[in-house]
């Protein structure tokens, strides 16, 4: 009788498995693990919080689990089939001796890992930006000084560099000069040009000081993040490789057939990828605005499931149409286009259809009807003046002097539009007849929302993105009422933060290799750390069609597409 209930068992448990119901923690012990280990070093012995990488030979997808307490770690059947694959690992100040392993996997294969110290120059390029901010010497404002450099590159080619004040006062210059999504094998000017700032003789002065233009070593402790414990050991990632080594997937969504969209930071096109086979394609958007940077920003879906992409310098949106593979560019209009108009970020009206988005730097909002292609501009702050010689500060309509910034774009059930002000602590709103706007501030002061999703039942969620604040937002867009969360890593910087349909918000940043799941009712705040190191997070967004949702965002540093998935 025992045998046959637990055939009867077994049956159920694996019927469960194909219809997706088991979570990954309940897989590991149902059909048995296809690949498993223990993962250990001389040092420590076995090691909690290794994440340990496979790819199969050939593939386009890694999959990343993580060693619990005991230093084990497990490949659940349904993620690792038979097959050659190659073992690497992410434990900060550690590598395999041979940096990777193969493997033949068969029915529950072991494979022990052995891990040794690495040398400090080899940790350098393993460091977040964050970790590189809390190690260096100085006063608090030169640390953040240079995180600035971080959202471009890592700072490892800083540290290990040996140039001289001299030499960084005309680097920091040309640098400025590059547009956000300059890279090394991108290096895009800005349509301007701004010369040097007050500032950059000092900074050029403290960078020379924390790298080996004087010095063969560093003079100086690293300091690093301590590895993953707990219920932060408790998820699986799965990475995507896009087609070029160099692509920078800056805005990642997944539309109602499973199919994610994506759009490059550098280059212009649009891109889709099947997570099922790990296969992308990517289209061309043409260029509109002769002698600017190609690349796109903001992208959403509309009812029909139709990208619309913010074309950043371009100065304008497109549409991609899905079934027809043609695309659509609608400039804005000629009396606001100039020199320094960057249209950033985008979204769709679920009670209409317009295309809401704005251009950041000329601080304008537009409002774009397909049905009729009218469109019509509003100023975000009235009566503001823009000081150009500072590009952020101006002054208001009664002369006084503040901040202004665009950031994110977002409309409720009610069709009205909201924005992030990230150069104060506002979230905008505005009236879509009218233009009227109004500016809530949030509970912290000089908090920097930035990037912000409106959920179904119309709270808004963003990203408190100064340093002075750090922080998860939400605001009621119908009580507009604030209730903040700061993430558990300290250096942490949200950059974007959206709701899963479990109820669960994940945020992600550039300064940290983390990501972080809140539960809203309870405050718990779990943080996952990625498989690779400079990421650089930019929007974020969820997969509800896995259980529990997973997190979904492209890895703009490292040309992949990476979801993250709870196993608890």
């Not at 076995?46 to 199969?56: D, F, S, T, Y």
């Not at 539960?519 to 259980?547: A, C, F, H, Q, W």
Request: aromatic share 10%; charged share 25%; hydrophobic share 35%.
């Amino acid at each position: 009788m025992f045998v046959q209930k637990l055939a009867l068992l077994r049956v159920f448990l694996a019927a469960l498995i194909t219809l997706g119901i088991c979570h990954f923690s309940n897989l590991r012990g149902a059909e048995g693990p296809a690949l498993s280990g223990t993962v250990s070093s001389a040092v420590e012995g076995p090691m909690e919080g290794v994440l340990v990488k496979a790819r199969r030979t050939g593939s386009k997808i890694t999959t990343t689990v993580v060693s619990d307490e005991h230093g084990r770690y497990v490949f659940p059947s349904d993620r690792v089939g038979p097959g050659s694959y190659t073992l690497s690992v992410r434990a900060t100040g550690y590598d395999l001796p041979n940096k990777s392993v193969p493997v033949t996997v068969a029915s529950n294969t072991v494979a022990d890992l052995k891990l040794n110290k690495m040398s400090t120059s080899a940790l350098v390029d393993q460091l977040m930006p964050s970790e590189v901010e809390m190690s260096l010497p100085g006063t608090p404002a030169q640390r953040r000084s240079v995180m600035a450099c971080t959202s471009c590159h890592s700072f490892a080619r800083v540290l290990k560099s040996n140039y001289d004040a001299e030499d960084f006062k005309s680097l920091i210059v040309r640098m400025r000069n590059h547009e956000p999504a300059a890279s090394y094998t991108h290096p895009i000017n800005l349509p301007y040009q701004v010369g040097p700032l007050p500032g950059d003789e000092e900074l050029a002065q403290y960078l020379a000081s924390v790298n080996l233009s004087s010095k063969s070593e560093w003079d100086f402790q690293f300091k690093t993040y301590p590895r993953p414990k707990g219920k932060a050991t408790k998820v699986i990632y799965t990475e995507y490789d896009l087609p070029r080594k160099d692509a920078e997937p800056h805005d990642v969504i997944m539309d109602s057939e499973g199919l994610v969209w994506y759009i490059d930071f550098a280059e212009g096109l649009i891109g889709r990828l099947d997570p099922h086979t790990g296969e992308a394609k990517e289209w061309p958007l043409p260029t509109f605005k002769e002698g600017f940077a190609p690349g796109s920003l903001g992208l959403a879906l509309d009812k029909d499931g139709n990208p619309w992409i913010c074309r950043s310098f371009q100065g304008g949106i497109a549409k991609f149409d899905r079934k027809t593979e043609k695309v659509s560019s609608y400039p804005i209009l000629k009396e606001f286009d100039n020199v320094h108009t960057r249209t950033s970020f985008i979204a769709v009206s679920p009670v209409d259809g317009k295309v809401w988005f704005d251009d950041t730097f000329n601080r304008m909002m537009y409002i774009f009807d397909p049905n009729n292609s009218k469109m019509v501009g509003y100023p975000a702050y009235p009566g503001w003046k823009w000081d150009l010689s500072s590009q952020r500060g101006g002054t208001g309509p009664n002369g006084e002097k503040e901040s202004h910034f665009m950031y994110g774009v977002a409309v409720d059930s009610k069709g009205i539009g909201y924005w992030g002000d990230i150069a104060n602590t506002n979230i905008g709103e505005m009236d879509p007849e009218t233009g009227k706007t109004k500016l809530y501030p949030t509970p912290t002061p000089n908090s920097s929302p930035r990037r912000l999703h409106m959920a179904p039942d119309d709270q808004l969620w963003f990203a408190e993105n100064s340093d002075s604040a750090r922080k998860i937002g939400v605001f009621d867009t119908k009580t507009k009422q604030f209730k903040e969360w700061a993430p558990p890593t300290p250096g942490d910087l949200p950059y974007d933060v959206v709701q899963d349909k479990a109820g669960f918000v994940w945020a992600g940043g550039e300064r940290t290799d983390f990501v972080t799941r809140l539960n809203p009712k309870t405050g718990e705040m779990v943080d996952y750390v990625l498989p690779n190191s400079n990421v650089n997070i930019r929007r974020v967004d969820v997969n509800n069609t896995t259980n529990p949702p997973s997190m979904l965002f492209g890895e703009n540093h490292q040309a992949k597409i990476i979801m993250v998935q709870p196993a608890e």
